[in-house]
């Protein structure tokens, strides 16, 4: 029989990584619920229809279509190969697949919109906490089946909301004790861009290129633009965009005087100084693109300082996302937490506060059957007052008890053997310190575990 193994991309967690995990998740989610927004869940999977061509080309690419029921039987006949023929040469077809696993949590949420904007009250303000799968390469701080924790409001046009997400970013990564940079570019500014490369239509292949900057280079940036047929004065000026510089206020002077009276560019740049008069903690990177087409406006993309790792954060202004599912003019938008990647920064800036690690408090001790018996009504009594704890499961050992409660770092152990029980009194020991002391049972309620 082979060696079982997970899929590549995939992972298991043990307790003390999923104790850590939540620990992120609820220092995210306490953020969400004080700002007013509230929990929605999606479907695992989507119809791919509502999520093909909405990521650009290279979205499109990673995400996972799952195959029809029944195709075991159906493969067998002329027509199953030529729909899987189609599926190869990179086309859908619905007789092979109808469906995927959600690539974000930003599409199945605009479909929501939808379905559902005649009911919701707006501006809606929603959160999510849930897996997407995206057919990546996998490496370090990239899988294919990963947390993505957002938050949107869609129903205002309000620059409010991005100054508000803005603060949620930094509230919740001040919470987690990472050291972030919030960066903020401006979709209207790229659009310009390609405006004044004389070029409109290549506003996404700009877009994707830009986007590729922090890890390819200029050289290859160029080599990229070269190939989707702009001219190198073209390719000039964009570099000259990407060569901009110095404090905020500087970046801004040098892009008013790149982009002159081009009015696109001109709302750009008033949308980035309405945030900065806000006193944000932001900085402006007009390298910024973030490739997929939804985005209208401000976009984010956040960044753990101190540490080599990607984005951990990303988002951004989309004003017209649910007409993609025929329902035009609800403006939203949101922002996103790279929960795994998150959890990578903290690891390795060894961020998680140690009491994360405690699962049981408290380990009674088996000495036998009258003795578990009260041991077992008097940790009820304590699970009741939410104290975690556990009676070992069989009498044995002293030793091999207090085996067990080393490796699962349960802090303290209580032992009532005959004497004690006799006596209605309990031993707790300290299993961290060896501190030891003998209290009368019904004092245990009130010790401080």
Not at 147 to 165: F, H, I, P, R, T
Not at 259 to 270: H, P, R
Not at 290 to 301: A, H, M, S
């Amino acid at each position: 029989m082979a060696k079982p193994s997970l899929p590549q991309g995939t992972r298991d967690f043990n307790a003390a990584t999923v104790r850590k995990r939540q620990y992120i998740f609820n220092t995210i989610r306490s953020v969400f619920e004080i700002y007013g927004y509230q929990p929605l869940e999606t479907p695992a999977m989507e119809n791919l229809e509502t999520l093909m061509g909405k990521y650009g080309e290279e979205g499109d690419k990673l995400i996972f279509k799952i195959l029809n029921n029944g195709l075991d039987n159906a493969a067998k006949n002329e027509k199953a190969t030529e729909e899987f023929t189609k599926i190869l040469s990179g086309k859908n077809t619905p007789f092979i697949t109808e469906r995927a696993l959600r690539y974000d949590l930003t599409i199945p949420f605009a479909r929501y919109i939808a379905i559902n904007h005649n009911q919701l009250t707006f501006p809606f303000k929603r959160y999510q906490i849930q897996p997407v799968w995206r057919a990546d390469r996998p490496q370090k701080g990239r899988y294919r089946e990963f947390y993505q924790c957002d938050a949107d409001v869609v129903g205002s046009k309000s620059l409010v909301n991005e100054v508000e997400l803005a603060t949620i970013y930094a509230t919740a990564f001040e919470k987690l004790g990472i050291d972030v940079e919030i960066r903020i570019n401006n979709r209207k500014i790229l659009a310009a861009l390609a405006e004044l490369v004389g070029d409109e239509a290549k506003l996404t292949d700009i877009t994707v290129a830009i986007d590729k900057l922090d890890k390819i280079g200029i050289s290859k940036v160029r080599e990229e633009l070269l190939q989707k047929g702009l001219t190198e004065n073209q390719i000039d000026i964009i570099e000259k965009y990407l060569t901009i510089n110095g404090t905020n206020e500087e970046k801004i002077k040098q892009l008013t005087t790149l982009l002159a009276q081009n009015e696109k560019g001109k709302t750009g740049i008033e949308e980035i100084e309405f945030l900065l008069h806000y006193q944000l903690n932001i900085v402006i990177d007009f390298t910024l693109a973030r490739g997929l087409n939804y985005y209208t406006g401000i976009i984010f993309e956040v960044k753990a300082k101190n540490v080599q790792m990607g984005s951990i954060g990303g988002g951004g202004r989309y004003d017209d996302l649910t007409g993609l599912f025929g329902v035009p003019n609800i403006p939203g938008v949101g922002i996103s937490f790279g929960v795994d990647r998150i959890y990578d920064v903290m690891e390795e800036l060894q961020l998680f506060p140690a009491e994360v690690q405690i699962g049981t408090k408290v380990l009674f001790f088996n000495l036998g059957e009258a003795e578990s018996k009260k041991a077992f009504e008097l940790m009820q009594e304590l699970r009741n007052k939410n104290i975690a704890c556990e009676l070992y499961h069989e009498q044995t050992k002293f030793d091999k008890q207090f085996k067990y409660a080393d490796k699962k770092q349960i802090p303290y152990a209580i032992i009532i053997g005959s004497k004690e029980l006799e006596e209605n009194m309990a031993v707790i020991k300290n299993l961290q310190t060896g501190e030891q002391q003998t209290l009368q049972q019904k004092e245990l309620l009130s010790f401080g575990f």
